[in-house]
């Protein structure tokens, strides 16, 4: 298992980096340094339902990475922590595209990094004082923190870090504070700078569980002269004001969790109305068998991605299939509907998920409506986890013909 690193020993420091769980955690002996890496393998076929069938070279894609990370205490409550990253395909002509990482190119068709390269991915200090903690550098944010832009992993490279200050505070009973400036968005060694002035993205929260049970969470974020400014590329946006609200409460009860998830965006973009989201979830387990029914709801013209652009990911409960369906409605009224299910076997576990998305399409060539599902088998041997999992869905368009398409990823990992 990947070391979390000793600086998250520290009680509110492992709030911001543990997905907001927010149990007493007693400070543990720091060590001289830790470190922790990964090496690994993934290959992937699609068919894209057009020109190219399921293992054409054209459209497989595969890299071999590796990461190696350290974070060390420096004493009087301050540290520091770094983590680089690489991945090649060792000129092996199976695929012509890498697995690793997705940037903006100048022609916004071609989205993919180099089959060889390496990055910083992360780069920050920190500093804990009494039951409050600071990270600032780049770095990595958990869908607790920031669910408009939390960090996705591709082959077990980070896909997206962040510029960032991050300040978490538990002096409250069972509560954290959560405050953030995020500066730019960095995919790869070239940094996407949010907003005119490089203004930043300003995020307010909080996470409570003083009802047994239950978890109550908010956070507000503010997107002044709302651009991105990608060097080399382009400055996308209107410059106009953005911001957002997320809510949620989750609850154990007889044997279920239970949630309810509010997301809204609204920004100064003249005739652009404002996007609500909704999504629900209920699941239990019965012995090896575990299931979950999720349903969401989106409205408007704003993503609900990074500031209402598509940079970055959404911790939108019923986003599905891992960027084969979105939960980002920018134009039209979205409905899905989504069931996960899992059963434990001796060794690993079987898991599959059934998704259905209904869009409000009218216009040719306007998406109508997506039907899909996947299955997979992940286990863990002599130390290396494997993931093996195979994908089929269909692209309804309004006026066009559908789209069949498939995928089959292979994906292996030894964590250190």
Known sequence: MMKKGILLSIAATSIIFAGGDIAPVEPATPASADFW??????????????????????????????????????????????????????????????????????????????????????????????????????????????????????????????????????????????????????????????????????????????????????????????????PGVAKIGPAEDLWSVWATAKRKFDGFNAGIQLAYVDGDVGGADATIGVAAKIGSSWGKFSGTLYAGYIDGDYSLITAGSGVGTSAFWTNALSGCMTADATGYSQFDIRTKAAYNLTVGKLWGELAYFDFDGSITGDRESTFGGRIGYSFSVAGMDTVVQYRAWNEEFVNLADLDKQRIRIETFYKF
């Open 37 to 230: 890496g990964l090496i690994g393998l993934s290959y992937e076929m699609n068919d894209n339902g057009l020109a190219f069938d399921l293992g054409d070279e054209e459209n497989n894609k595969f890299s071999t990475t590796i990461v190696l990370g350290v974070e060390k205490e420096l004493g009087n409550g301050f540290g520091f922590g770094a983590e680089v990253a690489g991945w090649t395909d060792f000129g092996l002509d199976i695929a012509d595209k890498p697995r690793v990482k997705k940037v903006l190119t100048p022609d916004m068709a071609s989205r993919h990094k180099d089959q060889s390269d390496a990055e910083i991915s992360q780069a920050y200090l920190t500093y804990g004082f009494g039951n409050t903690a600071i990270k600032a550098g780049r770095q990595a944010l958990p869908k607790a923190v920031s669910p408009w832009a939390w960090t996705n992993t591709s082959a077990g490279v980070k896909d997206i870090t962040y510029d960032a200050i991050v300040v978490a505070n538990t002096d409250l009973e069972n509560t954290t504070l959560i405050g953030a400036w995020v500066a730019n968005t960095v995919n790869g060694n070239s940094p996407t700078h949010l907003g005119d002035n490089d203004s930043g993205i300003f995020a307010l929260g909080f996470i409570n569980k003083a009802l047994e049970n239950t978890t109550l969470s908010g956070i507000a974020y503010y997107f002044p002269e709302a651009t991105y400014d990608i």
